[in-house]
């Protein structure tokens, strides 16, 4: 079935530094969303990119989705201690509306 | 806008009882809502698909007699974990679809005894 990987499972980084996350698709996606969750919190919607190769920025996030639709990453420059959380993406599954979580990426930021 | 709650936030129960989770969104109406199921340091997991007057849709793997779901209106969907056993202990999550997003219920933590 279809599966969507992330990489690193965790990472922890110093304040200041910057963190990126990548995912991988076994399939195509039409799109791709990312998620941040908190530590005791519930996923709370960032942003979703549509267009092959298309780079969105919010603020100190960057989100790519790469040129094959199969990929995409999350760059947070200089990392504050409230990135902590853990970063999901999600690509759509068969079916309206639903969505595939990848294993997502934790972060933790050393203060 | 397009705010989702669930209750109970947490519930603690004895082995072999029912327990019955809502999901409400409270500003929009969605016709299809998600159940998930997350174990600790895990990612989400889709239990199933609720769709508003018909029978949910449950992914490969998940018992749809022990995990009933009803999604009588536009608003509410309801999960029942029967005869609860202590590995069915995890935090579920409950989503809206509204305008191509998904937004998230703040979760219930059940705690199967």
């Known amino acids: 079935g279809q599966q969507v990987m992330q990489i690193p499972q965790y990472q922890h980084v110093q304040e200041g530094e910057d963190f990126t996350t990548y995912c991988n698709s076994s399939?195509?996606?039409?799109?791709i969303q990312w998620y941040k969750q908190r530590p005791g919190g519930h996923p709370v919607f960032l942003i979703q990119l549509v267009k092959s190769g298309e780079v969105k920025k919010q603020k100190r996030l960057t989100f790519q989705f790469g040129e094959a639709k199969k990929n995409s990453s999350l760059h947070i420059t200089a990392t504050q201690t409230t990135d902590v959380g853990t970063y999901f993406c999600?690509?759509?599954?068969?079916?309206?509306?639903?969505?595939?979580f990848g294993t997502g990426t934790r972060l933790k930021v050393l203060a | 806008g397009a705010v989702v709650s669930q209750h109970p936030s947490w519930v603690i129960c004895k082995s072999g009882t029912s327990v019955k989770i809502e999901c409400r969104s409270l500003d929009f109406q969605a016709t299809t809502m998600f159940w998930y199921r997350q174990f600790p340091k895990q990612s989400l997991m889709l239990m199933a698909t609720s769709n508003e007057g018909s029978k949910a849709t449950y992914e490969q793997g998940v018992e749809k007699d022990k995990f009933l779901i009803n999604h009588a209106s536009l608003t509410l969907s309801t999960l029942t974990v029967t005869s609860a056993h202590p590995e069915d202990s995890s935090f579920y999550i409950c989503?809206?679809?509204?305008?191509?997003?998904?937004?998230f219920g703040p979760g219930t933590r059940l705690t199967v005894l």
């Open positions: 999600a690509g759509p599954g068969a079916g309206t509306y639903k969505y595939i």
């Open positions: 399939t195509t996606l039409s799109n």
């Open positions: 989503s809206a679809a509204h305008s191509d997003t998904q937004y």
